[in-house]
């Protein structure tokens, strides 16, 4: 089965100041910019977008040389916001990453007084690099951030800066001495995205691009106030009934013995998406939807971003395995069978009905 995804319905240019219109010429700014320093991935750079815009965490998948951390160290080069990468490996401890702290004695006085050294969390964008090769117990430091925003050092909460984003990546050939994740931790990552190779063209503008003496800097088009405003106004796009209850038969179509699961995921299926995975959806189509000018969700937009956010949320068994049924085909046969209940339109505040 292809991992393809539907493509959001054609729409007239939206209205100048609309909030399509603010959010699609953003994105275009960023897109953009990006572009100076990545060669293709424009599927990969959607995605990372809208979980931006969603105030989502990412998971990136892909062998080593695919550009994943130069995407994101650019990423948030755009976007003006600070940044930190983390390389995760087996001797990481939990304080290495959420700081530690010091103890500081006063010169005049002599006075002693323990003072909290911010880690490398403490930054707006994080690259969790390799995450799957630090132990759980640095996994969980990175858990609590992710979930809270904050940390706990010797009993003390430390508020992150605001806003606040995880990006890892994971490597799928390397298995020996890693530390799968837990569901629980993949679960707070709105998309898992998965970054694939090159086209032939495009390798070779790679090559041409990296071998030379010149290099393309990244232009900052965004600051973290406009960024903000943009997250509020893709929060802001309507939902009608009829899409909430596509959403809801998507999700709950894969929890087995449920009395919801459809007859094939009882049979391919070990655990199903949550309801995480759900209020992803919502809010991912909503992006989605402003990304295409649009100030209403169609059930197209759905299911653009029905791949990055069900399949790391579904686990397969022994018998999906052995036939080779991978997530990304269980979500297509999914997206196949599950059919919308209404037309776009019916039900939204504004919105003429089709």
Request: proline content about 8%; charged content about 20%; hydrophobic content about 40%.
């Amino acid at each position: 089965m292809s991992n393809s995804q539907s493509p959001p319905p054609a729409t007239p240019p939206p209205a100048p100041g609309s909030t399509g219109g603010r959010v699609q010429e953003a994105h275009g700014r960023m897109k953009a910019a990006l572009q100076r320093v990545i060669v293709g991935q424009d599927r990969v750079i959607d995605q990372l977008l809208i979980a931006i815009l969603s105030r989502g965490h990412c998971l990136l998948v892909g062998v080593p040389g695919l550009a994943k951390t130069l995407l994101i160290s650019s990423l948030s080069e755009t976007l003006d916001l600070t940044f930190n990468r983390i390389q995760f490996t087996p001797d990481l401890m939990p304080s290495d990453i959420t700081g530690t702290e010091l103890l500081q004695i006063d010169p005049e006085s002599g006075a002693r007084n323990f003072h909290f050294a911010p880690g490398p969390l403490f930054a707006n964008v994080i690259l969790a690099d390799e995450i799957n090769r630090t132990p759980p117990k640095t996994q969980s430091a990175l858990l609590e951030a992710m979930v809270e925003r904050q940390v706990t050092s010797a009993g003390r909460r430390h508020a992150l800066p605001e806003p606040f984003f995880v990006l890892a990546t994971q490597n799928p050939i390397e298995q020996e001495g890693t530390y799968p994740l837990p569901e629980a931790q993949l679960d707070r990552f709105m998309f898992q995205v998965n970054v694939d190779y090159p086209s032939a063209a495009e390798e070779r503008e790679i090559l041409r691009r990296t071998t030379g003496n010149t290099s393309d800097e990244v232009e900052r088009v965004i600051d973290a106030a406009e960024l903000s405003e943009l997250q509020s106004l893709v929060r802001a796009v309507p939902v009608a009934d009829h899409v909430y209850d596509h959403i809801l038969e998507l999700t709950r179509g894969t929890r087995v013995r449920s009395g919801a699961a459809l007859p094939f995921a009882d049979e391919w299926i070990t655990w199903g998406a949550g309801p995480r995975a759900s209020q992803y959806l919502v809010l991912g189509a909503k992006a989605q939807a402003a990304l295409a000018g649009r100030d209403h969700v169609a059930i197209a937009d759905v299911h653009a971003v029905a791949h990055p956010v069900l399949r790391h949320r579904i686990v397969t068994n022994f018998t999906a395995a052995a036939e080779g049924i991978t997530p990304d085909a269980i979500v297509d046969r999914l997206l196949a069978e599950v059919r919308p209940g209404s037309e776009v339109g019916v039900g939204v505040p504004g919105v003429p009905q089709a």
